[in-house]
């Protein structure tokens, strides 16, 4: 028989990227721990709407859907706005939408750059600026920035996406740090190759050599990534902070 905890019953999450992938799997997995959550999007869209009603009434949890695009500086100001507006506690920040690329370094337009910047870090960056604001007028908080293994190791083609995972890594610790004494605590997971859309970013053999290498370990499931975002949120990690955790089945 499962056991069931509630490991994040009274706690709010705001949480982006939620209606695909991993961020998905995360609204799915806090939902079932318990959270509230305000789930961010690009765009309101038919099948979101009718995932997070059936999500809602199965776990008895409220969430609330908020649409920004999290490379547009005003949209992310806005929703920032409203999320403060409506919520008085935001216990979790989860930064997890993002964008793959994949090409040599001698092949990467500096328009691709800034392109993938401004979604996987600047778009996170401002976004825990505006709701920090919040934790720490309630002197508690929790950040999870989704990053990735491409952050820490070399993986040739790599280069914007790493480096903009990188970025993300130095983000999270430097706010646990700073923001230490205001009660927020900050982590990052960086998944290795996991089973979601943004796999076709990358070439096919890669993937096929991580699969040959790994076996059913090679390649995470979005499932997995969730349990770890779950601990992350929760307070059985009540005194980590500033950390970085793989969940990659132990492969480089
Ligand atoms: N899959 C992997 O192998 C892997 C490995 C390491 C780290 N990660 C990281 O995990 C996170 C989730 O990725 P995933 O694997 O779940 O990929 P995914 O299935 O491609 O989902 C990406 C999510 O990010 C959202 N997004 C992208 N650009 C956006 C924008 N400009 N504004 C708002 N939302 C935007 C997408 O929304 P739309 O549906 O509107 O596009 C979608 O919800 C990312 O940060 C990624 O870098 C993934």
Same mark, same amino acid.
């Given at each position: 028989m499962a056991l069931s905890y509630k =490991? *994040?019953?009274g706690k709010t999450a705001v949480i982006t990227?939620? #209606?695909?992938g991993i961020g998905k799997a995360i609204l799915e997995g806090f939902a079932a721990n318990g959270a509230n959550a305000i789930a961010c999007t690009r765009k309101e869209t038919i099948e979101f709407s009718r995932f997070i009603s059936l999500l809602s009434e199965k776990y008895s949890v409220s969430i609330i859907p908020v649409y920004f695009d999290a490379s547009d500086v005003d949209e992310i100001k806005s929703a920032a706005r409203q999320i403060m507006a409506s919520e008085k506690q935001i216990h979790i920040l989860v930064n997890n939408a993002g964008v793959g690329y994949n090409a040599l370094f001698q092949m990467s337009s500096l328009e691709k750059l800034k392109e993938v910047f401004e979604v996987n870090f600047f778009g996170p960056f401002l976004f825990t600026q505006y709701l920090i604001k919040l934790m720490v007028r309630q002197n508690s908080g929790n950040i999870i920035n989704i990053s990735s293994t491409a952050g820490m190791d070399t993986y040739d083609g790599q280069s914007i996406y790493g480096s903009s995972k990188a970025a993300m890594i130095c983000m999270t610790k430097v706010i646990a740090s700073e923001l230490r004494a205001f009660g927020i605590r900050a982590n990052s997971i960086a998944p290795g &190759? /996991?089973? /979601? %859309? &943004? =796999? *076709? +970013? *990358?070439p096919k053999d890669v993937i096929l050599e991580k699969i040959r290498k790994g076996? %059913?370990?090679g390649i995470c499931k979005p499932s997995e990534i969730a349990d770890t975002a779950v601990f992350l949120a929760s %307070? *059985? +990690?009540? #005194?980590? +902070?500033g950390q970085v955790i793989r969940v990659d089945g132990g492969m480089k």
């Open positions: =490991l *994040l019953a990227g939620c #209606n695909r &190759m /996991t089973e /979601t %859309d &943004m =796999l *076709l +970013s *990358l076996g %059913d370990k %307070d *059985l +990690s009540a #005194n980590i +902070s």
